[in-house]
T-cell receptor, first 116, second 111 residues
Framework: DGGITQSPKYLFRKEGQNVTLSCEQN?????MYWYRQDPGQGLRLIYY???????QKGDIAEGYSVSREKKESFPLTVTSAQKNPTAFYLC???????????????FGDGTRLSIL | KQEVTQIPAALSVPEGENLVLNCSFT??????LQWFRQDPGKGLTSLLL?????REQTSGRLNASLDKSSGRSTLYIAASQPGDSATYLC??????????FGKGTKLSVKP
């Protein structure tokens, strides 16, 4: 079945440590997105990528980094500069057809990150 | 800047009731609007997507309407069931294809 796989499901970070969240999709989607969700809040955009080897900052990119070396993979690194990383992280993807923005986004099951 | 608001923040109803969840957005120039369901600790499940040219979409007991001119969408759930208990999120598409979300409505359906 096609879909988006996020791993791990739960992740713990020590002070001063960088951690990487994995996001893999086999939907052959062009665009991929990372969102952060805090309790009682809507999802906020961290980074997005429309094409391989290119990515853009979203609304809350500080303290995060990404790479897009392969179409199917868009890992997110939470660096030690992110002082409040505890949240639920969701990865999404969508097809880009003729540059249109009307195609739906598909989501993974998320990674919950906590500080030790 | 596009902002999405959902009212109410929480709703509790007895089983069998019909209910309406509301979503409003500040910029009417949207490409589409999506309604999602989120169970505790889980990712998002897409329920309905309404294109900007459409007025409504239906799936089973769910019906979503869109009024771009007034910046509003409603999600109607008929004959609610305890299994409908979840958080419902509304989102519109931003200029880069990203989604701009409301904070959600937490629905509880009591048996």
């Amino acid at each position: 079945d096609g879909g988006i796989t996020q791993s791990p499901k739960y992740l713990f970070r020590k002070e001063g440590q960088n951690v990487t969240l994995s996001c893999e999709q086999n939907l052959n989607h062009d665009a991929m997105y990372w969102y952060r969700q805090d309790p009682g809040q809507g999802l906020r955009l961290i980074y997005y990528s429309q094409i391989v080897n290119d990515f853009q900052k979203g609304d809350i990119a500080e303290g995060y980094s990404v790479s897009r070396e392969k179409k199917e993979s868009f890992p997110l690194t939470v660096t030690s500069a992110q002082k409040n990383p505890t949240a639920f992280y969701l990865c999404a993807s969508r097809i880009v057809w003729a540059g249109l923005l009307d195609q739906p986004q598909h989501f993974g099951d998320g990674t919950r990150l906590s500080i030790l | 800047k596009q902002e999405v608001t959902q009212i109410p923040a929480a709703l509790s109803v007895p089983e069998g009731e019909n209910l309406v969840l509301n979503c409003s957005f500040t910029d009417s120039a949207i490409y589409n609007l999506q309604w999602f369901r989120q169970d505790p600790g889980k990712g998002l499940t897409s329920l309905l997507l309404i294109q900007s040219s459409q007025r409504e979409q239906t799936s089973g007991r769910l019906n979503a309407s869109l009024d771009k001119s007034s910046g509003r969408s409603t999600l109607y759930i008929a004959a609610s069931q305890p299994g409908d208990s979840a958080t419902y999120l509304c989102a519109v598409v931003g200029s880069q294809g990203n989604l701009i979300f409301g904070k959600g409505t937490k629905l509880s359906v009591k048996p």
